[in-house]
T-cell receptor
Framework: DAGVTQSPTHLIKTRGQQVTLRCSPK?????VSWYQQALGQGPQFIFQ???????QRGNFPDRFSGHQFPNYSSELNVNALLLGDSALYLC????????????FGSGTRLTVV | RKEVEQDPGPFNVPEGATVAFNCTYS??????FFWYRQDCRKEPKLLMS???SGNEDGRFTAQLNRASQYISLLIRDSKLSDSATYLC?????????????FGKGTTLSVSS
């Protein structure tokens, strides 16, 4: 049973660059949520995708955008990277936009230099 | 006010101790409540859901007080393997979705 898969696992980018992170949900799941976790902090909600639409968004600037594909996989794009964007980016999948049954991927560790 | 606030840590306890974590949430419309566990440099994993009547899973007991918007987690007979960060989580419902909102987390260190 495939869990949530995220790629890449690690990434180093320069300030001002753009980055795309990818997530494949757990088999049977159709909802994808993205979180940013800075060191020593809890995961901060970025946005949630269901039926290829952004359903909810946290307090993140427009530099953060996303997409969900027909196969339920998702991408997170961050433009004009700042040093403060350095964090672990977590993807979680669930079924039909429900709060129960979230499964997290291992995350992508982004370092902005 | 943050949506989910937790006790500041860290908690350092000996094996066998009982430890309690507290959490408050601000959105009275929240309907789903959880405790997640996160080991160092790993992803969060569900520890247990929290129900209005309170619920127990082995050495772990969770309580919910909707009137006070307060959630707690009690760990009895702490084990070394309980060392981790415990995250209080509530859902943030709106008409379009139901995202999970995490607290900052409380770190527990159990020593022998």
């Amino acid at each position: 049973d495939a869990g949530v898969t995220q790629s890449p696992t690690h990434l180093i980018k320069t300030r001002g660059q753009q980055v795309t992170l990818r997530c494949s949900p757990k088999s049977g799941h159709d909802t994808v949520s993205w979180y940013q976790q800075a060191l020593g902090q809890g995961p901060q909600f970025i946005f949630q995708y269901y039926e290829e639409e952004e359903r909810q968004r946290g307090n993140f600037p427009d530099r953060f955008s996303g997409h969900q594909f027909p196969n339920y996989s998702s991408e997170l794009n961050v433009n004009a990277l700042l040093l403060g964007d350095s964090a672990l980016y977590l993807c979680a999948s669930s079924y039909q936009n429900r709060a129960h049954g979230y499964t997290f991927g291992s995350g992508t560790r982004l370092t902005v230099v | 006010r943050k949506e989910v606030e937790q006790d500041p840590g860290p908690f350092n306890v000996p094996e066998g101790a009982t430890v309690a974590f507290n959490c408050t949430y601000s959105n009275s419309a929240s309907q789903s409540f959880f405790w997640y566990r996160q080991d160092c440099r790993k992803e969060p994993k569900l520890l247990m859901s929290v129900y209005s009547s309170g619920n127990e899973d082995g050495r772990f007991t969770a309580q919910l007080n909707r009137a006070s918007q307060y959630i707690s987690l009690l760990i009895r007979d702490s084990k070394l393997s309980d060392s981790a960060t415990y995250l209080c989580v509530v859902n943030s419902p709106n008409q379009a979705g139901t995202a999970l909102i995490f607290g900052k987390g409380t770190t527990l260190s159990v020593s022998s």
